[in-house]
């Protein structure tokens, strides 16, 4: 009987140990497909001309990394079940390591507080919260001109005419310019629902839908899937959500 459950356990530790390789190179292939094929917006915007969202598969990029999440928590079960099933083994193999028994001790509460470190430091970090703005200030340098002052008491009109029409000038197309950089400030994410879009940016969802002819009971709809099904950019959903702004203001 003994024979047999050596021969059984053998075959089941062959088993999990040829499921955690495939789990484990999934893993890496999603990790490969989620930062060099389907990549983030900004990198996105940089290499397509157009206003596009990324599919594989018909998932988008968040959708792919959920899954690389499950993966993951099912390569954590089979290593610890692969623990399991060695660990009088690990016992021994521990116990030659270190003959001191407080070393040993020592060593194996380190190790097991580190590991629990690691995987449980994440759920109680708070991300570090950086606004936007900041990355618009160095642009309020582009309108400012110093005021140039007379020289020996006679004002210099031909340069302070020049002056202010260049100021003019500037102007007129900082209001042109306007609407395309409020656009540009709207994040949209092929993850987000028209809810959240309309919760972010403080616009009617019923109305957000309805200019998009998408019907308000898919308002909890990811973006992506949306956008696939009704053919509609992120362009157009900034134009509506500055629309529906003014109209509110």
């Not at 490969?32 to 915007?45: A, E, S």
């Amino acid at each position: 009987m003994k024979i047999n459950w050596h021969k059984n356990k053998t075959k089941i530790n062959l088993v999990i140990d040829a499921m955690m390789l495939l789990v484990l190179m999934a893993i890496a292939g999603l990790g490969f497909l989620i930062k060099y094929v389907l990549i983030p917006g900004y990198k996105r915007n940089a290499k397509y001309p157009e206003d596009v969202e990324l599919y594989y598969m018909g998932l988008t990029r968040h959708e792919w990394g959920r899954i690389h999440l499950i993966l993951g928590f099912i390569l954590l079960f089979l290593l610890l079940l692969h623990i399991i099933l060695h660990w009088n083994t690990i016992v021994c193999i521990f116990r030659n390591m270190f003959s001191n028994e407080a070393i040993r001790r020592f060593t194996a509460v380190f190790f097991g507080m580190v590991c629990l470190l690691f995987l449980l430091a994440p759920l109680v970090m708070k991300p570090e919260v950086v606004s936007l703005s900041r990355n618009h200030i160095h642009r309020k340098a582009l309108y400012q001109f110093p005021e140039k002052k007379p020289v020996n008491g006679h004002g210099n009109e031909p340069a302070q005419m020049k002056e202010q029409q260049l100021i003019e000038d500037v102007n007129k197309g900082r209001t042109e310019k306007s609407t395309e950089h409020r656009q540009s400030e709207i994040e949209i994410y092929g993850h987000m629902s028209l809810n959240e879009i309309a919760a972010r940016y403080n616009v009617d969802v019923t109305a957000l839908a309805e200019t998009l002819n998408i019907p308000s009971s898919q308002s909890d709809s990811r973006i992506g899937r949306l956008k696939k099904q009704y053919g509609f950019r992120n362009s157009e959903i900034r134009e509506v959500i500055l629309k529906i702004s003014n109209q509110n203001n």
